[in-house]
C-alpha cells in the first residue's frame, strides 16, 4: 500500500512562490507516474504537473512557465516549485502516485495542502 506525505502549502501574495514537497512510501518502488492535481472549490480535480518513470513532465497549460515539477527516485519523492502565483491557483493540492499492476492501474493520493493566493 503506498503512502504519500505531503508538505509545503499555504497562504501567499500574487506573484509569490510555494514549494511543495511529496514523499512515498510503502511499495513506492511500483510508482510509474508521481505528480500534483488540484482542486478548486465547485470545480473538479485537474492535472497540475506530472512526471513519469522515463522522466517525461507534463504539465496543465494554465502552469506552462510558471510551475516547475522535479522527481527524486532515490528518495521516492517529486517537488512542485510553484512560481508567479495567481489567485486561481488557490485550491487543494494533492500528491498522485500511480502503479501498474497486473495490467491495472491504481491511483494512490496524498491528504491534499491548501494553497491560498490572496492579497
Known amino acids: 500500500q503506498v503512502q504519500l506525505v505531503e508538505s509545503g502549502g499555504g497562504l501567499v501574495q500574487p506573484g509569490g512562490s510555494l514549494r511543495l514537497s511529496c514523499v512515498a512510501s510503502g511499495g513506492a518502488s511500483g510508482i510509474y507516474q508521481m505528480g500534483w492535481y488540484r482542486q478548486a472549490p465547485g470545480s473538479q480535480r485537474e492535472l497540475v504537473a506530472a512526471v513519469g518513470s522515463g522522466g517525461i513532465t507534463k504539465y496543465a497549460e494554465s502552469v506552462k512557465g510558471r510551475f516547475t515539477l522535479s522527481r527524486d527516485n532515490a528518495q521516492n519523492a517529486v517537488y512542485l516549485q510553484m512560481n508567479s502565483l495567481k489567485p486561481e491557483d488557490t485550491a487543494v493540492y494533492y500528491c498522485?502516485?500511480?502503479?501498474?499492476?497486473?495490467?491495472?492501474?491504481?491511483?494512490?493520493w496524498g491528504q491534499g495542502t491548501q494553497v491560498t493566493v490572496s492579497a
Open positions: 498522485n502516485g500511480r502503479v501498474l499492476t497486473n495490467g491495472i492501474t491504481y491511483d494512490y
